[in-house]
């Protein structure tokens, strides 16, 4: 197997990302898991970004966390644990 390099387009893309996880020998159904808690945690990075980690409260406007900090967190965890799971590099979906 040779080194997967995916561009910034293909690594947003959830089917893309499912065929290069299986392409470096995970199992379907574990990439299709693996790459739902990778989108999430894309999109709650690229909020994060956009808005920064203290937003205004839709009701009331005062300051709050940015809810998206708990889903990035929170998707991470799942990422991290199916990680430690096996000995699979998925690696080039960080760099």
Not at 20 to 33: F, H, Q, R
Request: net charge positive; no cysteine; proline share 4%.
């Amino acid at each position: 197997m040779g080194k997967v390099k995916l561009t910034d387009e293909q690594l947003g893309d959830y089917h893309t990302v499912v065929a290069a996880l299986v392409s470096v020998g995970m199992k379907p159904e574990k990439a299709s898991l693996y790459a739902d808690a990778y989108g999430e945690y894309r999109m709650a990075q690229e909020n994060i970004r956009r808005l920064g980690p203290i937003v205004a409260d839709p009701r009331t406007g005062s300051a709050a966390s940015n809810p998206y900090l708990n889903v990035r967190d929170k998707a991470f965890q799942r990422l991290e644990k199916m990680h430690r799971s096996r000995a699979i590099n998925v690696s080039f979906l960080w760099e």
